[in-house]
């Protein structure tokens, strides 16, 4: 019975001891002064002047990396050219053809129009391709396309360029 008993004589002793810990608790200040909010306003301001130079370097950072995103440079170029939806449209399809990791050298490269690389898809629209090839590239030339040479199909009897008969089919 002594072994029931003993933890209960303990609480009854250290209860006065409970009661003066539970009253200094009581005593100490509940609501916020002064100090305490100019304190947390320090904090918060520090903080944020932190983050704020944290995204400052991580920008410089970045700009040091340099810049590579060939798609969003594909999609400013289509926009600078002002291509209207038909081009843009034959533009992808012809970049997808092309299976570029860099889809903005069909702008610097001209020999991607030729007639030998337009696919079988795009046959009927080969008139469209090499309109388009002049839009983007005789700009660069003052507007002479002299580097344009019709291509002859061998096999054509009257002789007609690939472009002559588009022009030809189109009419």
């Known amino acids: 019975m002594n072994l ?3 933890p209960f004589s303990l609480l009854a002793q250290n209860q006065h001891t409970l009661a003066e810990a539970s009253e200094h608790f009581r005593q100490t200040k509940s609501r916020f002064e002064i100090e305490d909010v100019i304190i947390g306003l320090v904090l918060l301001l520090v903080t ?6 944290l995204k400052k370097l991580l920008e410089q ?6 810049y590579h995103h060939p798609g969003r440079l594909f999609e400013e170029l289509i926009r600078a050219h002002k291509l209207n939806r038909r081009e843009r449209a034959l533009l992808r399809r012809l970049a997808a053809h092309e299976r ?3 889809p903005g050298r069909m702008f610097l490269e001209p020999e991607r129009f030729d007639v030998s690389r ?8 080969r008139a469209e391709v ?3 090839r002049d839009r983007l590239f005789a700009e660069d030339r003052g507007g002479e396309v002299s580097w344009l040479a019709p291509q002859v199909k ?4 009257d002789m007609k360029s690939d472009q002559e008969q588009d022009e030809l089919a189109s009419v």
Do not use: C, Q
């Open 4 to 6: 029931i008993a003993a």
């Open 48 to 53: 944020a002047i932190g983050l704020l130079l």
């Open 61 to 66: 950072s970045e700009r040091r990396k340099g």
């Open 100 to 102: 570029l990791d860099d």
């Open 118 to 125: 337009i696919p079988d898809s795009l046959a009927k629209r």
């Open 130 to 132: 090499f309109a388009l």
């Open 154 to 157: 061998p096999n054509s009897g």
